[in-house]
C-alpha cells in the first residue's frame, strides 16, 4: 500500500518519533498550529515514542532519572500541573519530583493526542536519503522500505542512538559462541522473566543506570544478579552536570573552536555511566545481588555438555579476576550505545557524496544543527552533541535543539 506522503512534497520533515522528533514537532505546533499542513513526522513504529515506550518498560524503570520539568512540551510545569490534576503528585520522586515512568508516559499519553489531531504522523522506515542540490524549492529525497518516495525541503534528523549499540570487543566472540545467552540489555526484556518459577542467576555487565535498573528489577522477580563493572561504581542523580542547561557553560563550549576538544568535554562530562542513589541503595540492600566493580571478565565457556547428562539447565561459567561465577543462565551486556552517524544505512550514500565532516562519529553540524555542506538538513539529539554538549541526547536536549532550529522552521513557514 502507498504512503500516504508518496509523490507529495512536504516543506519540513522530522525522521524519528522518538522523544526528540516528537518535543519539536509540538513546540512549533505550538507556535504554529497551521505548520501542521507542512509537516510530517516519519517513524519504522506505527506510534510515537514507541522506543523509549519499550526501552523503560524492557529494564523495568520506575522512575525517571531527570526532573518533572524535562519532558515533551514547552511548558515547563506540565508534569507538575497533570500529576496536581489527577491526584497523582505521590509519583513526583523527592529531591527533584522524578516522574514514576507511568505519569510520564500517562502525560505523553495526552500530548500525544492533541498531536494526532493534525494526522503528522506517519510509520515510513526512512531507507534512503538523497540531497540533490539545487533541484528547486524541495531538494530531498526520501524513500521508504516499501519503496515509497516524497520530496522534502527541510529535513531534520531525530534518529536516536539504537543503531549503535555497543559490544565491547572481548564479548563479540563470546556472544557469537552463545547468541541466546549473552545478550546487550537493548535484547533483553525482564518482562518475559515474570511468571518463571524456577530462580535463574544473570550477570550483568556495565555501571550505568541501565545495569543497575535491570540488577534491581531482577532481584524483584527474585532471580540472583551479579553485576560486574569495569570501573569504580559511581552515584550521581544526574548523567551530565546539570550546569549544562544553562547558558554559562554552553556560551564556553561555543567559544571552543577545536571540535576534537569539545569531544573530550563531553566524554569527560557525561562519563562511563553512573548508577542514581535510589537504585544504588536498592542494589546494596538486596540479598541476591553482588557487586563487583573493577573487575574483568575473562572467559565465558557452557558447561552444558557435562551438566545437560544430569538433567541440569545448560549454563555458562563466567570466569572474571575476581572469581568464578557458575551456573550463569544469562549475561546482558547494558554497555550502552556508541554512536556514530555513519552506522544509519539510508544515510551513508548522502554522507560520502557530499563529505560531511565527522569528530568521532559525530558530525560537526555548524550553529544551527545544519549538516554542513548539505543545507536544511538538521540533527536533535545525540547527533547535535557537538553543538548542544552534554544535555544533547536528553530529554532536556530537545528544547536546546528547537531554540536553534526555530528561527529556520519558522522561515520555511513563511
Ligand atoms: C531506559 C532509558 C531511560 C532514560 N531516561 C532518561 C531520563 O530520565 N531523562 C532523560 O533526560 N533522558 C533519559 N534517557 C535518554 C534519552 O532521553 C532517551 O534515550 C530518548 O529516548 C532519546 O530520544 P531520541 O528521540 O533522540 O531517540 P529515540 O527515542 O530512540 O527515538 C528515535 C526514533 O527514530 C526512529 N528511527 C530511527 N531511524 C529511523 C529511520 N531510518 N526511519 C524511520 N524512523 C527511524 C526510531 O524508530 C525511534 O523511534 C533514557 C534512555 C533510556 C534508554
Not at 504554529?32 to 524492557?58: G, N, S
Not at 552515584?235 to 573530550?264: H, I
Not at 544430569?310 to 544469562?330: F, K, M
Request: aromatic share 8%; glycine share 8%; proline share 6%.
Amino acid at each position: 500500500m502507498n504512503s500516504p506522503l508518496a509523490h507529495r512534497n512536504i516543506p519540513i520533515t522530522i525522521i524519528g518519533g522518538g522523544i526528540h522528533g516528537i518535543s519539536i514537532a509540538i513546540r512549533l505546533l505550538r507556535e504554529v498550529p497551521t505548520a501542521a499542513r507542512y509537516l510530517a513526522i516519519l517513524d519504522r513504529h506505527p506510534h510515537p515514542l514507541t522506543q523509549w515506550r519499550h526501552k523503560t518498560e524492557r529494564q523495568g524503570m520506575t522512575f525517571l532519572r531527570s526532573p518533572a520539568v524535562h519532558h515533551i512540551t514547552p511548558d515547563a510545569l506540565g508534569i507538575v500541573e497533570y500529576a496536581e490534576l489527577h491526584n497523582r503528585t505521590s509519583e513526583l520522586a523527592p529531591p527533584y519530583s522524578q516522574p514514576s515512568t507511568q505519569l510520564f508516559w500517562d502525560f505523553c499519553g495526552d500530548m500525544l493526542a492533541e498531536l494526532a489531531q493534525y494526522r503528522v504522523y506517519h510509520q515510513f522506515e526512512a531507507t534512503k536519503l538523497q540531497w540533490d542540490k539545487g533541484a528547486g524549492k524541495f531538494p530531498f529525497r526520501l524513500i521508504s522500505k516499501d519503496g515509497d518516495g516524497f520530496r522534502s525541503r527541510c529535513v531534520i534528523l531525530a534518529v536516536g542512538t539504537d543503531d549503535c549499540i555497543y559490544v565491547p570487543p572481548e564479548f563479540v566472540q563470546w556472544q557469537r559462541q552463545y547468541p541466546d545467552r549473552i545478550l546487550h540489555a537493548s535484547e533483553f526484556n525482564v518482562e518475559d522473566q515474570d511468571g518463571r518459577d524456577s530462580e535463574e542467576s544473570f550477570v550483568i555487565v556495565g555501571g550505568g543506570l541501565t545495569a543497575g535498573t535491570l540488577a534491581k528489577s531482577l532481584s524483584e522477580r527474585r532471580h540472583s544478579v551479579t553485576l560486574i563493572a569495569r570501573n569504580p561504581l559511581k552515584t550521581e542523580q544526574f548523567d551530565f552536570p546539570p550546569v549544562w542547561l544553562g547558558p554559562k557553560a554552553l556560551a564556553e563550549f561555543a567559544d571552543e573552536t577545536d571540535f576534537q576538544r569539545r569531544y573530550e568535554v563531553i566524554q569527560q562530562n557525561r562519563g562511563e555511566g553512573s548508577i542514581t542513589p535510589d537504585i544504588m541503595e536498592a542494589l546494596m540492600d538486596a540479598t541476591n545481588i553482588k557487586m563487583y566493580p573493577e573487575t574483568r571478565i575473562q572467559k565465558i565457556v557452557s558447561v552444558e555438555e557435562g551438566s545437560c547428562r544430569g538433567g541440569v539447565t545448560p549454563s555458562l561459567l563466567v570466569s572474571t579476576n575476581r572469581a568464578d561465577i557458575p551456573n550463569v543462565s544469562r549475561v546482558i551486556l547494558a554497555t550502552g550505545y556508541q554512536f556514530n552517524l555513519c552506522r544509519y544505512g539510508f544515510l551513508r550514500e548522502l554522507i560520502a557524496q557530499h563529505g560531511i565532516p565527522f569528530v568521532c562519529g559525530l558530525p560537526r553540524l555548524d550553529a544551527d544543527l545544519q549538516l554542513y555542506p548539505v543545507e536544511n538538513l538538521f540533527g536533535s539529539g545525540t547527533i547535535a552533541q557537538l553543538q548542544i554538549g552534554p544535555a544533547s541526547g536528553n530529554i532536556a536536549g530537545a528544547s536546546l535543539a528547537y531554540e536553534r532550529l526555530r528561527e529556520k522552521l519558522l522561515q520555511i513557514l513563511r
